[in-house]
C-alpha cells in the first residue's frame, strides 16, 4: 500500500514538472508585442474635396423630367444650399443641337435655386465637347468638403488573445460611423469662431443687478413644471 502511494505521489510530480516545462517552453515562443494606440490615432478620420455631380438628359423634344427627377434635383440643390463650396457649375455639351431643352434645364435649376434661397448669380456655366453623337447630358456640379469613407476589416481572429490586446482594427467601426455622422466636415479643421457678446443683453443683465433683481431671463409659463404634485 505504501509503495502505491510513492509511486502515485512520483507519478503526480513528474505530471506537474513536465507541464510547467510545457508552459515555460510555449511562453518562450510567444512574440512581444506592443500596446495599440487609441482607435482615433489608428483610424483616423480624413477631410477631403470632393465634387457632387447631377446629369440631365435632354431629348430632341426637350427636357420631361419625372416626378421622381425633379426630387433628385431638389435634392441635389438643397445639398449644393447646406455644404456647397464655390459655385455650381452647369456644362453642357458644345455640339447639342437642343438649345431649348438647355434652356429648360437651366431654368429648372435656378427654380429651385430660388426655393432655397439663392439666386442665379451662384450660376456658372461652361461648355464640354461631347464624345458621341446621340444625346448628351447637362452637367451640374459642385464642390463640398467632406469625410473619406474607412473601409473596415476585420485584421485578425477575435480569439487571437494570448497577448491580452485587440485586433488592429478594433475600434474601426466605430469611428467610421461618427464620419459618417459629422455634419460639416470642417469642424474638423478648425474650430467654430466665438460671435460677439451682445451689448444690449450684456446691459440689461448688469442693470437688473444693480437694481437688486433676477438677472435670469423670464421663463414662459407653459415651460414651468410642478414636481411637488401641487395644482
Not at 16 to 30: M, Y
Not at 68 to 81: E, H, K, M, N, T
Not at 170 to 197: E, S
Amino acid at each position: 500500500m505504501q509503495n502505491r502511494k510513492q509511486n502515485f505521489t512520483s507519478r503526480t510530480l513528474k505530471i506537474a514538472a513536465i507541464t510547467g516545462l510545457v508552459s515555460v517552453l510555449v511562453s518562450g515562443c510567444t512574440m512581444y508585442e506592443p500596446s495599440y494606440g487609441p482607435t482615433m490615432l489608428r483610424n483616423k478620420i480624413t477631410v477631403a474635396e470632393t465634387v457632387e455631380r447631377l446629369e440631365l438628359y435632354v431629348g430632341e423634344a426637350g427636357l420631361h423630367l419625372s416626378a421622381r427627377d425633379l426630387d433628385a434635383v431638389g435634392d441635389f440643390i438643397g445639398q449644393y444650399s447646406a455644404s456647397g463650396e464655390g459655385p455650381l457649375y452647369i456644362n453642357t455639351p458644345s455640339n447639342s443641337k437642343n438649345s431649348r431643352g438647355v434652356a429648360q434645364a437651366n431654368s429648372v435649376i435656378q427654380s429651385f435655386l430660388g426655393r432655397y434661397g439663392m439666386s442665379g448669380a451662384a450660376i456658372q456655366t461652361g461648355q464640354y465637347a461631347a464624345k458621341t453623337a446621340g444625346p448628351a447630358p447637362v452637367i451640374v456640379s459642385f464642390k463640398r468638403v467632406a469625410t473619406v469613407p474607412i473601409d473596415c476589416q476585420q485584421g485578425a481572429s477575435l480569439t487571437h488573445t494570448s497577448n491580452n490586446q485587440p485586433y488592429g482594427n478594433f475600434g474601426c467601426a466605430q469611428t467610421a460611423n461618427i464620419a459618417a455622422l459629422i455634419d460639416n466636415p470642417r469642424q474638423l479643421l478648425a474650430p467654430y469662431d466665438f460671435d460677439d457678446a451682445s451689448s444690449v443683453r450684456r446691459t440689461t443683465v448688469l442693470d437688473n443687478y444693480n437694481a437688486g433683481g433676477t438677472t435670469a431671463t423670464p421663463r414662459p409659463a407653459g415651460q414651468e413644471i410642478d414636481a411637488g404634485g401641487g395644482g
